[in-house]
């Protein structure tokens, strides 16, 4: 049965795209009425949304708790499976999107890091932040489209599965023990490329990413900020995609976990960009999970006769993240 797909695609289509237009339109929702004049998100416009985001999320859980087990329960084609439990396989499922979203959720984290640096590096006003990262989000939820679909694919072969577990072994080990570098975007190659197309304006016209003067079209420093943190979600993306593929190897539960991670990650950059120096040991708790779902993809799956408990797995990360985020609130307080 490890080896069964029981939301193929072809059969499942239609979840994609009702589940694509509810996120489509809660960004309109999101961008065209409560953020529709750039203003500066206060820490409790963030946390409201922080919950907001977090119970959608959570809902979305249930209903598709539910959805499932119907679905198990009702076609014919799950009942010919050898020894399928409807009931059982919809917990399953169930608990494979909550634990997918909480290594997403932590792995977002880092970014909240690099977006810090990023905002204070280009002076952008805290009220034209939400629109940067409105749009990068958008472009995010694109990019992990075309990796995840890419991941299905070259999942189903075993030796690239040992291929990304290692990798994400050895990313984890790199945070563990790599130092810090420190980010200088003008340093990269993209940015760079891009004031050769677009002179840069030195000056922020608004929350315009392009700007007119005398017939030449100009970039504003919104827009470079904006190529920044799209490249930045690639790379995280490269390694956040692969953990959640070591959790299921369903699309559909692996897509709509990322999203919804991603689609809070605005809100919880604006709840915690004032104290996230405080989480000063977090980045040790990523690496450690990131070493752990390395291992799953790559070892404790085939030892547990393909399958590692979901629900050991989900206590696992949840506890590593949880004791990360104690030590690191311990330590701020005895500093």
Not at 269 to 283: S, T
Not at 299 to 328: C, D, M, R, Y
């Amino acid at each position: 049965m490890e080896n069964i797909i029981l939301f193929p695609f072809s059969e499942y289509w239609g979840v994609y795209v009702g589940f694509t237009i509810f996120v489509l339109l809660v960004l309109a929702l999101d961008l065209g009425v409560f953020h529709r004049e750039a203003h500066e998100v206060t820490f409790k416009e963030a946390a409201i949304w922080s919950v907001v985001w977090i119970a959608l999320a959570l809902l979305f859980n249930l209903a598709f708790y539910y959805y499932a087990n119907w679905k198990f329960s009702t076609q014919p084609e799950y009942a010919a499976i050898p020894g399928f439990i409807p009931e059982a396989a919809a917990k399953q499922s169930a608990l494979e999107f909550l634990t997918g979203y909480i290594i997403e959720k932590s792995l977002s984290v880092d970014n909240i890091f690099v977006f810090v640096v990023v905002f204070t590096f280009f002076a952008i006003p805290a009220k034209y932040q939400h629109r940067i990262l409105f749009y990068g989000i958008l472009g995010a939820l694109i990019f992990r489209i075309i990796f995840i679909s890419l991941g299905s694919i070259l999942l189903q072969y075993h030796t690239l599965i040992i291929i990304f577990g290692v990798f994400l072994i050895l990313t984890g080990i790199k945070i563990l023990f790599s130092p810090e570098k420190e980010i200088n975007p003008d340093k990269n190659p993209v940015i760079k490329l891009l004031k050769k197309i677009f002179p840069v304006t030195p000056n922020i016209e608004g929350q315009k990413f392009f700007f007119r003067k005398e017939g030449v079209l100009y970039a504003t420093p919104l827009l470079v900020c904006l190529v920044f943190v799209e490249l930045t979600d690639i790379i995280f993306a490269i390694d956040s995609v692969p953990a959640i593929f070591a959790i299921t190897k369903e699309p559909l539960i692996v897509f709509t976990s990322n999203i919804f991670a991603i689609l809070g990650l605005r809100a919880l950059y604006f709840l915690l960009a004032g104290v996230v120096n405080k989480f000063k040991y977090l980045k040790y708790g990523l690496g450690l999970v990131l070493v752990f779902v390395g291992l799953k993809m790559a070892w404790l799956n085939e030892a547990f006769g393909g399958k590692f408990p979901i629900s050991w797995s989900l206590g696992i990360i949840a506890g590593i993240i949880s004791l990360s985020i104690i030590i690191s609130l311990v330590a701020t307080k005895k500093r």
